[in-house]
């Protein structure tokens, strides 16, 4: 085919009715986004200067909501001028509104979002404690996911019953202290210190503090929570200053699951015999003190050397280990000036000083710290001495920590610490060890105060020698389960004098299931 042939030329007529129309659609294109371009301009130059929209379209007002303490109003901004004026606070699904607005709207439906349910609470309060003459102390529960993703805050208010010589602020804006290193889940522990410019209530006239929790946002609705009353007469100055009532004094963690009762025998005659009479014992039941728990805690109670608290509704707020951390707070502020050093650790492990060393004097070397961590010497539980003819009726008497005597030796390892602190120095506390103290804390190694640890021998209700090693390798490494233990007899010298300790104590108890 020639350049010149009909078909050449019609092929070039058809590429040239091609091109025009591309051109023809393009020019529509551009066209159109100069006019949307133009419309768009129109409608920011009304909107910056506040007239009407010349489509005829009202613009939507421009809401900014301020969280004050006592009746809640809204900032509207128009345009130049600014009022103020109540608003109602959202309830199901309806949205904020100024109660004088009463435009049109362009949208075709006002889409709702309704909650079905129970969400997580803005605070769960446990308790509040006074801890000082402007200071006070409220653990609970929140949100985590509030605490994390939003900007949550507090603010204390402290009401007088009398205005007689009462001087100073009232309010203050809440210190939220989060103590448990990220291991809540639904809810996080919180802890709000409420510390005022002047002391509050120490007119002995009395007074309330209440704490207002709010969620930071436009949306939620702010909470006012009486926290702590106290009655007139009732504030005491001395309660802060030493001597305190105690020496020691035990936090324990909760208490839930199939717990041995024989092991908490053992442990509490052994603990109230170091620790000495000028201790007390505090243990929080979270379904595991039952019934025969209970018979072997009884007598201590009567005796006035423990306390049980019962925490069994913590269950309803799913927080970290049945609210561990929950817990330890509350109680480092409910007994913060109870005693000299508050000790945080489990009921499978024991407290070790050297013979001759009381525990007085091993705690002489931590004297000027605040907080001290000490060791852990890992046990078998399940590893006992055994001669060449023995059986599993010949321990049955044996208390656990005179029968398990294989320490795990195992290096590399990082092991747990447990800890004691002056709780007077301390804002919060964790399980481990506190973050938040006045002072400082030491974790030196070779200290003379330890403690050992029979890992899950607490919940084992059957008889836990189930291992025998021949005394012929006593003084050797014994391997199982590819972990090397080895022979370590100092607490098996202990138990005869903690069990006439406990006879001289609470009388003979049966030995407990």
């Given at each position: 085919?020639?350049?010149?042939?009909?078909?050449?030329?019609?092929?070039?007529?058809?590429?040239?009715?091609?091109?025009?129309?591309?051109?023809?659609?393009?020019?529509?294109?551009?066209?159109?986004?100069?006019?949307?371009?133009?419309?768009?301009?129109?409608?920011?130059?009304?909107?910056?200067?506040?007239?009407?929209?010349?489509?005829?379209?009202?613009?939507?007002?421009?809401?900014?909501?301020?969280?004050?303490?006592?009746?809640?109003?809204?900032?509207?901004?128009?345009?130049?001028?600014?009022?103020?004026?109540?608003?109602?606070?959202?309830?199901?699904?309806?949205?904020?509104?100024?109660q004088s607005q009463g435009e049109s709207t362009i949208y075709a439906d006002e889409r709702h979002l309704v909650p079905h349910g129970l969400g997580a609470y803005l605070f769960v309060h446990m308790g509040t404690y006074r801890?000082?003459?402007?200071?006070?102390?409220?653990?609970?529960?929140?949100?985590?996911?509030?605490?994390?993703?939003?900007?949550?805050?507090f603010i204390c208010e402290w009401i007088p019953a009398s205005s007689v010589n009462f001087n100073g602020t009232v309010t203050a804006k809440g210190w939220r202290i989060l103590p448990d290193w990220g291991y809540g889940r639904?809810?996080?522990?919180?802890?709000?210190?409420?510390?005022?410019?002047?002391?509050?209530?120490?007119?002995?006239?009395?007074g309330e503090l209440i704490v207002h929790a709010h969620h930071g946002d436009s949306f939620g609705k702010s909470a006012r929570i009486p926290v702590l009353k106290e009655a007139p007469e009732q504030y005491n100055a001395s309660?802060?200053?030493?001597?305190?009532?105690?020496?020691?004094?035990?936090?324990?963690?909760?208490?839930?699951?199939?717990?041995?009762?024989?092991?908490?025998?053992?442990?509490?005659?052994?603990?109230?015999?170091?620790?000495?009479?000028?201790?007390?014992?505090?243990?929080?039941?979270?379904?595991?003190?039952?019934?025969?728990?209970?018979?072997?805690?009884?007598?201590?109670?009567?005796?006035?050397?423990?306390?049980?608290?019962?925490?069994?509704?913590?269950?309803?707020?799913?927080?970290?280990?049945?609210?561990?951390?929950?817990?330890?707070?509350?109680?480092?502020?409910?007994?913060?000036?109870?005693?000299?050093?508050?000790?945080?650790?489990?009921?499978?492990?024991?407290?070790?000083?050297?013979?001759?060393?009381?525990?007085?004097?091993?705690?002489?070397?931590?004297?000027?710290?605040?907080?001290?961590?000490?060791?852990?010497?890992?046990?078998?539980?399940?590893?006992?001495?055994?001669?060449?003819?023995?059986?599993?009726?010949?321990?049955?008497?044996?208390?656990?920590?005179?029968?398990?005597?294989?320490?795990?030796?195992?290096?590399?390892?990082?092991?747990?610490?447990?800890?004691?602190?002056?709780?007077?120095?301390?804002?919060?506390?964790?399980?481990?060890?506190?973050?938040?103290?006045?002072?400082?804390?030491?974790?030196?190694?070779?200290?003379?105060?330890?403690?050992?640890?029979?890992?899950?021998?607490?919940?084992?209700?059957?008889?836990?020698?189930?291992?025998?090693?021949?005394?012929?390798?006593?003084?050797?490494?014994?391997?199982?389960?590819?972990?090397?233990?080895?022979?370590?007899?100092?607490?098996?010298?202990?138990?005869?004098?903690?069990?006439?300790?406990?006879?001289?104590?609470?009388?003979?108890?049966?030995?407990?299931?």
């Amino acid at each position: 085919m020639t350049p010149d042939s009909p078909k050449s030329k019609e092929k070039d007529q058809s590429r040239l009715w091609h091109f025009s129309g591309y051109v023809d659609k393009k020019m529509t294109v551009l066209l159109t986004t100069m006019a949307a371009m133009g419309f768009l301009i129109v409608l920011l130059q009304a909107l910056y200067s506040g007239r009407s929209c010349p489509c005829g379209i009202p613009l939507q007002q421009s809401i900014t909501i301020s969280p004050p303490l006592q009746d809640l109003k809204a900032t509207v901004i128009h345009s130049n001028t600014t009022r103020t004026e109540a608003y109602d606070l959202p309830k199901d699904n309806k949205v904020i509104k100024p109660q004088s607005q009463g435009e049109s709207t362009i949208y075709a439906d006002e889409r709702h979002l309704v909650p079905h349910g129970l969400g997580a609470y803005l605070f769960v309060h446990m308790g509040t404690y006074r801890g000082g003459p402007n200071t006070f102390a409220t653990v609970g529960l929140a949100s985590k996911p509030l605490h994390v993703f939003g900007n949550p805050y507090f603010i204390c208010e402290w009401i007088p019953a009398s205005s007689v010589n009462f001087n100073g602020t009232v309010t203050a804006k809440g210190w939220r202290i989060l103590p448990d290193w990220g291991y809540g889940r639904v809810y996080t522990v919180v802890v709000v210190n409420c510390t005022f410019d002047n002391d509050v209530g120490t007119d002995a006239g009395g007074g309330e503090l209440i704490v207002h929790a709010h969620h930071g946002d436009s949306f939620g609705k702010s909470a006012r929570i009486p926290v702590l009353k106290e009655a007139p007469e009732q504030y005491n100055a001395s309660v802060f200053n030493p001597p305190y009532p105690y020496d020691y004094l035990y936090c324990g963690s909760s208490l839930f699951g199939e717990i041995n009762s024989q092991r908490i025998r053992e442990w509490m005659a052994y603990h109230a015999k170091i620790f000495g009479p000028r201790s007390h014992f505090v243990f929080h039941d979270a379904g595991g003190i039952h019934r025969d728990v209970q018979k072997v805690l009884e007598p201590w109670v009567k005796i006035g050397r423990v306390t049980i608290q019962n925490i069994r509704e913590q269950e309803k707020y799913d927080g970290y280990y049945y609210n561990q951390f929950l817990i330890v707070n509350d109680c480092l502020h409910r007994y913060r000036f109870k005693a000299d050093w508050t000790f945080f650790f489990d009921v499978d492990e024991y407290i070790y000083t050297p013979p001759g060393t009381s525990l007085a004097e091993a705690l002489k070397s931590v004297a000027s710290y605040t907080q001290f961590t000490f060791e852990q010497m890992p046990m078998s539980n399940k590893h006992c001495l055994a001669t060449d003819n023995t059986t599993v009726s010949d321990f049955s008497s044996s208390w656990g920590f005179e029968k398990l005597v294989f320490h795990n030796v195992k290096k590399g390892v990082r092991l747990d610490r447990k800890y004691a602190i002056r709780a007077r120095n301390a804002f919060a506390t964790g399980v481990h060890m506190s973050e938040n103290i006045i002072g400082q804390t030491t974790h030196s190694k070779g200290r003379k105060i330890k403690y050992y640890h029979y890992h899950d021998t607490i919940s084992y209700k059957g008889e836990v020698c189930r291992e025998f090693v021949s005394p012929h390798n006593q003084a050797s490494t014994v391997w199982f389960e590819k972990i090397p233990y080895k022979y370590d007899g100092s607490m098996v010298p202990l138990a005869a004098a903690v069990k006439e300790f406990e006879l001289q104590q609470i009388g003979p108890q049966p030995l407990a299931s």
